[in-house]
Nanobody, 126 residues
Framework: QVQLVESGGGLVQAGGSLRLSCAAS????????MGWFRQAPGKEREFVGT????????MYAASVKGRFTISRDNAKSTAYLQMNSLKPEDTAVYYC???????????????????WGQGTQVTVSS
């Protein structure tokens, strides 16, 4: 399995921005579609977005579409989640995940992903 480490979380005011990074190791990064999920206190973990192996395809949850952007740099084995116009309801632990998939796949289900990072806390104050 690929190992994943998230970074970049922190405290930000509403309307601000953060960029999360997910560094991968142990396997060929470009063999994996990458997803981002989040879990708020007392809630189930939910899908945020996903990016295909090449980076050519992305999908987003309705709640973040237009505000969040997923990208990847296969040369650096790193995926990113750029979060703009943050809202207090975006407060959660954010996880990146990897799925060994077909080239154009954009998986969205938690069960699709076999490798997970440890999570990074994002707190948005009002």
């Amino acid at each position: 399995q690929v190992q994943l480490v998230e970074s970049g979380g922190g405290l930000v005011q509403a309307g601000g921005s953060l960029r999360l990074s997910c560094a991968a190791s142990g396997r060929t990064f470009s063999d994996y579609a990458m997803g981002w999920f989040r879990q708020a206190p007392g809630k189930e973990r939910e899908f945020v977005g996903t990016i295909s192996r090449s980076g050519g395809r992305t999908m987003y949850a309705a709640s973040v579409k237009g505000r969040f952007t997923i990208s990847r740099d296969n040369a650096k084995s790193t995926a990113y989640l750029q979060m703009n116009s943050l809202k207090p309801e975006d407060t959660a632990v954010y996880y990146c995940a990897a799925e060994s998939s077909s080239y154009y796949s954009t998986p969205t289900r938690e069960a699709d992903f076999g490798s997970w990072g440890q999570g990074t806390q994002v707190t948005v104050s009002s």
